[in-house]
């Protein structure tokens, strides 16, 4: 049974770096047959994808032009977790964060994501 | 960026009733789409795949059609436990995009 399990500071200030953690069990950052989706969703701006990282013998790392200049997406294969860091945080960047996982059906595509974490609320505030 | 454009908003049926949401892309993703679930505070659940491949562990209810811009999920005999908001979300290209999503209430 896949469990993700999201962590990290629900309140930073303006100019901060936001940093999130997803856990992984029942499967492997490294897995090649899965890649490993962040996505938040507010009420201002719906549901927006920011970025994926998968391993495939090297790791591959695909972001939202929205938030290119800011975000990291980090696997850590020796904690079996994927990490994400925004930096330079407004109070626009509040939302739930959640890590997601594409399972690798055709290889060469974009996958369909088959399983959601529980997602961690992040408040950007003065 | 490919939008997707999801409707009713919202709807309201009565238990085992029929519902349709359609979902409608601003340009061709093939099959390309699934649709989830979301119940408040709660991680969103996978329902369909590939716009009519029903996930593992979803309910059988629960049933996809379309292809190119134009998609449905389509609710039968609706349980109180449907309630929820449902989203679609493109997976042709990246950036991936969703739905605004449409509410079900049970009445």
């Known amino acids: 049974q896949l469990q993700l399990q999201q962590s990290g500071p629900g309140l930073l200030k303006p100019s901060q770096t936001l940093s999130l953690t997803c856990a992984i069990s029942?499967?492997?950052?490294?897995?090649?047959?899965?890649?490993w989706n962040w996505i938040r969703q507010s009420p201002s701006r719906g549901l927006e994808w920011l970025g994926r990282?998968?391993?495939?013998?090297?790791?591959?790392?695909t972001y939202a032009v929205s938030v290119q200049s800011r975000i990291t997406i980090i696997p850590d294969t020796s904690k079996n977790q994927v990490s994400l860091q925004l930096s330079s945080v407004t109070p626009e960047d509040s939302a739930v964060y959640f890590c997601?996982?594409?399972?690798?059906?055709?290889?060469?595509?974009?996958?369909?994501?088959?399983?959601w974490g529980q997602g961690a609320q992040v408040t950007v505030s003065s | 960026d490919i939008q997707m454009t999801q409707s009713p908003s919202s709807l309201s049926a009565s238990v085992g009733d029929t519902v349709t949401i359609t979902c409608r892309a601003s340009?061709?993703?093939?099959?390309?789409l699934v649709w989830f679930q979301q119940k408040p505070g709660k991680a969103p659940k996978s329902l369909i795949y590939?716009?009519?491949s029903l996930q593992s562990g979803a309910p059988a209810h629960f049933s996809g059609s379309g292809s190119g811009t134009d998609f449905t999920l389509t609710i039968s005999s609706l349980q109180p436990e449907d309630s929820a908001t449902y989203y679609c979300?493109?997976?042709?290209?990246?950036?991936?995009?969703f739905g605004g999503g449409t509410k079900v209430e049970i009445k």
């Open positions: 997601a996982r594409e399972v690798t059906l055709l290889r060469g595509v974009i996958n369909p994501i088959d399983y």
């Open positions: 029942g499967d492997s950052v490294s897995s090649d047959n899965s890649a």
């Open positions: 990282t998968f391993y495939r013998s090297k790791w591959y790392y």
């Open positions: 340009q061709g993703i093939s099959n390309s």
């Open positions: 590939a716009a009519s």
């Open positions: 979300q493109q997976y042709n290209s990246h950036p991936l995009t």
